[in-house]
């Protein structure tokens, strides 16, 4: 079988804990105004690779990874979930901790194959970090192009599997700064059993340039970076919503 490939990250340390190999999956059915990466958003322009050529990647500097392991982000790794779930069982022949960075936007319950897939997927995967774009889902399909119903199902399902979970949560200017709505996810998040870390992350603007190099328009031309003090504020509205943290 083979995937497609953006790139790697040899030496990854925001991607989860430790030390990382991080593969950029292509592909991803989302929109983001605020994507830094609209170069991996068709699948098709891809590197073909195969499973085993990863892992051998990872393998050549594995003395590098003792705390970290091996991290799937994107684009959205779940569109090619059968690759993924290859790369992961693979990886864990090999006593490689797993991580999958996703938005979850994929997951559907009505679909059976999928959750057959999504079992074998959680079999091989030791953490899930999934992002949460925007907790009210008229805003979030106005910022992704998606409904977030997906988004807390899959959250459900990976509670129910025991899996550990991350929150990645970005603060946009005007978007997702609303004290309202940082509340809300906090309380959310407070319900999750498998609930573990908290990263708030700062919009920034350094994906301005892909956009000008694709000739594209940038969506949010004009909004400015977000300033630390403001994110690490965000950071402890949600917090202050959960009880075991």
């Known amino acids: 079988m083979k995937g497609y490939i953006h790139s790697f990250e040899s030496f990854g340390t925001v991607d989860g804990p430790g030390v990382r190999f991080v593969v950029f999956f292509q592909g991803c059915p989302m929109r983001c105004l605020y994507c830094h990466n609209p170069d991996t958003w068709q699948i098709q322009d891809g ?46 022949e090999k006593n490689i901790h797993t991580c999958l960075d996703t938005s979850g936007i994929v997951y559907n319950e009505k679909n059976e194959t999928l959750m057959q897939k999504m079992e074998q997927l959680v079999a091989v995967t030791d953490l899930v970090m999934l992002d949460i774009k925007h907790m009210n889902s008229i805003e979030h399909k106005k910022l992704t192009s998606h409904s977030n119903e997906a988004v807390f199902a899959f959250a459900r399902f990976l509670e129910t599997k025991k899996i550990d979970l991350w929150i990645r949560h970005v603060i946009v200017p005007g978007i997702t700064d609303k004290e309202e709505e940082l509340l809300q996810l906090g309380k959310f998040l407070n319900t999750l059993t498998n609930f573990k870390h908290l990263e708030v992350l700062p919009y920034h603007t350094m994906g301005i340039v892909k956009y000008e190099n694709l000739g594209m328009d940038y969506p949010l031309k004009g909004v400015p970076p977000l300033d630390k003090e403001k994110a690490d504020w965000a950071s402890k509205v949600i917090l202050s919503q959960i009880e075991k943290l």
Do not use: C, H, W
């Open 47 to 92: 590197k073909e690779m195969q499973a085993d050529e990863i892992i051998n990647k990872f393998e050549r500097n594995r003395v590098f990874y003792e705390t970290g392991g091996i991290t799937a982000t994107g684009g959205e790794p779940l569109m090619q979930i059968d690759f993924l779930i290859e790369l992961f069982s693979k990886a864990k």
